[in-house]
């Protein structure tokens, strides 16, 4: 016990970046060598309390590799509260990564934390770029009751203070803790550095009393408790041998304030005792929303279009687990194969990674950045693989024996039914003896239109004919396929004539379907009308292109700006398919820019590189939505690229898509004075932005872009969706939007993404607001998936074609027929989640292998009744938590079926049995 009027709390801890101004491997020795060092501490010194590990797991594993020998001694200081791990598996950017791959990050983290010893449950999340709204619910969903940060906080800190509680849109609250001064503010006690290594200068006792002094001075009069967080570590520190020295002759000077060297759950506890533990019993204020501003420290949004090309990667391989791998895994596995839970964790792991906020981010050097493409690869192969494997799991129980002929059985991985013209691979061996007019049927006969678009990467018929395989692209008119099902269609040989009832017509200079009515301009933009609305837009898709003079962190114009744009220059236009079904253009142009910055960075060089662009528009037979697909050669750096979209509405808000939310924010920005960072106009979506004004609105559909910025362009209110940011170093220092350096000044010059990139995108017209656009935009990000019904491994040797010698192994061979019987229908939903409000996030099977996980979520603000059927009936239903812990069992009806409620931006998870 103490008279003072305060006590702080110091924790020892070190921030451990695996990857940054140098490669994992680099910083790995570092890392073997700072917890050798630390576990020797603790051993010999008792009065050396405690060590947090940065709240991820991940260091442990990579320690652990190296020194397997040593697994005991760190759970025998975990068991006894001396060191704190977990609860991450790696601190994530929240923005940068899905929703679910945050919960596996917390699923692998915990658990391998418990099975140290122990998990520390506090949401630390430290030196994350921001913070995501949902965070508390994500947190709560994991018996995490608090969460401690740095960045992110504007003015209303001015009144939270250090402790605060924060809301997560459905009404989750968690207790909060604000480190003001940042994770590191008695980093270094006694030496004149706050970053880097002290080892080489000598300790200064009286210097160490003045950054305590100066510490406490700047946290004290925000705090709500008596209690103080002091956080002696920073990036990559080393455990401080002389704090018991420092904290014994601090408690002797400071009149004010008694230090004790504990740990981070031990001061949540004592903030959580002062204060109360539920929001309701105490005075602390509430806070609900995001954490993206910048006034106590730097918030660096700039890094959502930093190499683009990681973003894109990352949104491939988190889409083929979530939607793909995973949900096929686990409907296999309910018709009883087995579950490939170990690759599954592999796939996880390589993919997590590759989430640090430095490696994610894209604002470390080339080296980092190649191996993170690297473990992108690795876990695209396994979930790929695992993709393919469990879909034929599942194939072999549908019965595709209706027709006679070639079966396709196509599956769609999303919540609804979708109804569209898709494109489709159709692969054909020689043996199906098929000409190129085929006849394509449903399961009933029924014949299914379709329109041919190519032939493989072969346009030569008789080269393809002298293949063994071929593979026929096909346009395919869609109608309701299942809600997370099926559907089999068969290729026969009759060929038949289908006519297309309201088929899209090609225009003199554009094309026309039953909804839009698209023009294509002399400078290759788009006046696209909305049949349904009567809304004209005009001068859509047009390039806009800018100096960047910032960093890996953050744009930053030059101080003589330029401007650059695609609009009234020439474009060529060439038609690529033209059919009832489908018609496409592809628009190319050569946009003249700048070849860099000048040497002293203050404008855009005179001298002048070509990159070509080019850009695929198609619109199909039924569709509300106009695909776009854009490949840039580029050639020159320094440079900012992105696509343009006019509006014409007006309105004072954008609305885009979250974490399991959908979010409307302001498009000016607050008038500010005194922040670390002031506020930029670019900000994050995950799949979509909207643009309404009530009556009709416009939405632009991405697949890993994850920046807009919304400019108010003379009233036109355009949409601007980042395509390429090309820079060359990390860090810099004096920007027009950052004046400090954010990290280290090393040369990055792969940042400048020269070569060619290929950008996917959309727009979607529509009328009201954004209620239609998330599953519109859901349904085109996450395609259909399609694999020929009757493939299989394996073959039998021997039976070749008949015209070639059995020791000829180029030949194509025979495949052993697989038995096309199965006792599912031949047209199925496998998971039925009504009503079309909810999304569906998650189908896999439970961590500890007894159930199905179906999660799912509430983006609008009301409250609705959630039905869940799957394709055979229920057994028994539990709500678990997002770490799979059990809850209350929910009752099941008399067809097998679990109704329950779900609030407005409510996430719940369900464990099924049947």
Not at 280 to 291: A, H, K, P, R, Y
Not at 591 to 601: A, F, I, Q
Not at 650 to 656: L, R
Request: hydrophobic share 40%.
């Amino acid at each position: 016990m103490t008279d003072k009027p305060f006590t702080a709390i110091m924790v020892s801890e070190t921030h451990w970046d695996r990857a940054w101004y140098v490669p994992f491997q680099v910083f790995r020795v570092r890392l073997v060598r700072l917890v050798d060092r630390l576990l020797d501490i603790l051993d010999r010194d008792p009065q050396f309390r405690c060590f947090m590990l940065d709240g991820q797991m991940l260091p442990v594993e990579d320690y652990l590799e190296i020194r397997p020998e040593r697994r005991a001694d760190l759970e025998r200081l975990v068991r006894a509260d001396r060191l704190q791990v977990g609860p991450w598996y790696v601190l994530a950017d929240e923005y940068l990564v899905s929703p679910e791959a945050l919960i596996r990050n917390l699923i692998i983290g915990v658990r391998m934390a418990q099975e140290l010893g122990g998990v520390m449950h506090e949401g630390y999340v430290p030196d994350a770029f921001g913070h995501i709204g949902q965070l508390p619910q994500i947190l709560a969903g994991f018996g995490i009751d608090s969460a401690v940060f740095w960045r992110g906080l504007g003015d209303e800190g001015e009144d939270l203070g250090n402790e605060f509680w924060w809301q997560a849109p459905d009404g989750t609250r968690v207790l909060t803790i604000h480190m003001r001064d940042g994770y590191h503010n008695t980093s270094n006690l006694g030496y004149p550095m706050r970053w880097g290594d002290p080892s080489a200068m000598e300790y200064n006792p009286e210097l160490a009393m003045q950054q305590l002094r100066q510490a406490v001075d700047v946290i004290k009069p925000y705090a709500h408790t008596p209690y103080l967080l002091l956080m002696n570590g920073i990036d990559h520190s080393e455990a401080e041998p002389l704090l018991p020295t420092i904290i014994a002759q601090a408690n002797q000077e400071l009149p004010d304030v008694h230090i004790e060297h504990s740990s981070l759950p031990d001061f949540v506890a004592r903030v959580r005792a002062q204060v109360g533990a539920q929001a309701g019993q105490s005075n602390l204020s509430t806070f609900q929303g995001e954490f993206n501003r910048g006034r106590y420290a730097v918030i660096l949004q700039g890094v959502y279009s930093t190499r683009m090309y990681l973003k894109q990667a990352n949104d491939r391989v988190q889409t083929l687990l979530e939607r793909y791998a995973e949900p096929l895994s686990a409907w296999a596995w309910l018709l009883g194969a087995d579950y490939p839970a170990a690759f599954l964790d592999a796939a996880w792991r390589k993919l997590l990674q590759n989430h640090a906020h430095d490696d994610i981010c894209g604002c470390s050097t080339d080296t980092v950045h190649q191996e993170m493409m690297t473990r992108f690869g690795e876990a695209e192969q396994l979930g790929s693989t695992l993709t393919r494997d469990s879909y034929r799991g599942l194939m072999n129980h549908i019965d595709r024996t209706a027709q006679a002929g070639v079966p396709f059985v196509l599956y769609n991985p999303v919540g609804w039914p979708r109804t569209e013209t898709i494109e489709l691979d159709l692969n054909f061996d020689r043996l199906d003896d098929m000409a190129d007019d085929f006849r394509l049927v449903d399961a009933s006969g029924q014949p299914v239109p379709y329109q041919v678009l190519g032939h493989g990467e072969h346009f030569d018929i008789e080269v393809i004919k002298a293949n063994r395989k071929h593979e026929v692209r096909v346009a395919v008119p869609v109608d309701a396929l299942p809600a997370c099902g099926y559907r089999v269609y068969f290729a026969t040989r009759a060929a038949v004539s289908q006519e297309i009832e309201a088929p899209v017509q090609r225009l003199s200079n554009g094309m026309e379907n039953v909804h839009l009515r698209v023009e294509i301009n002399t400078d290759g933009s788009l006046n696209v009308l909305d049949k349904t609305t009567g809304q004209q837009f005009r001068q859509l898709g047009y390039f806009s292109n800018d100096e960047d003079a910032g960093d890996e962190y953050d744009y930053s114009p030059s101080p003589t700006p330029l401007n650059l744009s695609s609009l009234d220059r020439p474009a060529r236009v060439d038609l690529v398919h033209e059919g009832p079904l489908q018609v496409t253009y592809e628009i190319s142009s050569v946009l003249p820019l700048p070849v860099s910055l000048t040497e002293d960075r203050g404008r855009r060089s005179q001298e002048l590189v070509d990159c070509p662009i080019s850009t695929t528009v198609t619109l199909r037979w039924d569709s509300r939505v106009l695909d776009m697909r854009t490949t840039v050669d580029n050639q020159a750096k320094d440079h900012r690229l992105r696509v343009c979209f006019p509006t014409d509405l007006q309105t004072d808000q954008a609305t885009s898509d979250s974490h399991f939310d959908v979010m409307s924010r302001p498009i000016d920005l607050p008038a500010v004075e005194g922040w670390e960072q002031p506020p930029v106009p670019t900000r994050h979506q995950r799949h979509f932005v909207d643009m309404s004004d009530g009556r009709v609105g416009l939405a632009v559909f991405n697949r890993g872009l994850p920046e807009y910025e919304v400019l108010r362009d003379g009233g036109r209110n355009t949409v601007a969706v980042t395509l390429l940011r090309c820079v060359d170093s990390i860090s810099r220092g004096g920007l027009l939007t950052r004046p400090e350096h954010a990290g280290v000044p090393c040369t990055a010059p792969e940042g400048q993404c020269l070569g060619e990139h290929s950008l996917e995108y959309a727009i979607y017209p529509h009328a009201g607001d954004w209620a239609s656009v998330y599953r519109a935009a859901y349904t085109w990000h996450t395609p259909a998936y399609m694999r020929r019904g009757d493939e299989h491994e394996g073959y039998i040797p021997g039976e070749v074609w008949p015209d070639h010698s059995p020791d000829d192994l180029t030949a194509p061979v025979r495949l052993k027929q697989p038995d096309l019987t199965g006792s599912l229908l031949p047209e199925l939903s496998l998971l039925t989640l009504k009503p079309d409000a909810l999304v569906l996030s998650a189908v896999k099977r439970s961590e500890r292998g007894d159930a199905l996980i179906v999660r799912f979520y509430n983006p609008t603000a009301e409250t609705v009744q959630a039905t869940v059927a799957l394709f055979r009936p229920i057994r028994v239903a539990q709500l678990v938590n997002l770490n799979e812990e059990p809850g209350a069992d929910l009752p099941v009806d008399a067809a097998g079926r679990v109704t329950l409620p779900v609030k407005g931006k409510q996430v719940r998870t369900l464990a099924l049995r049947i």
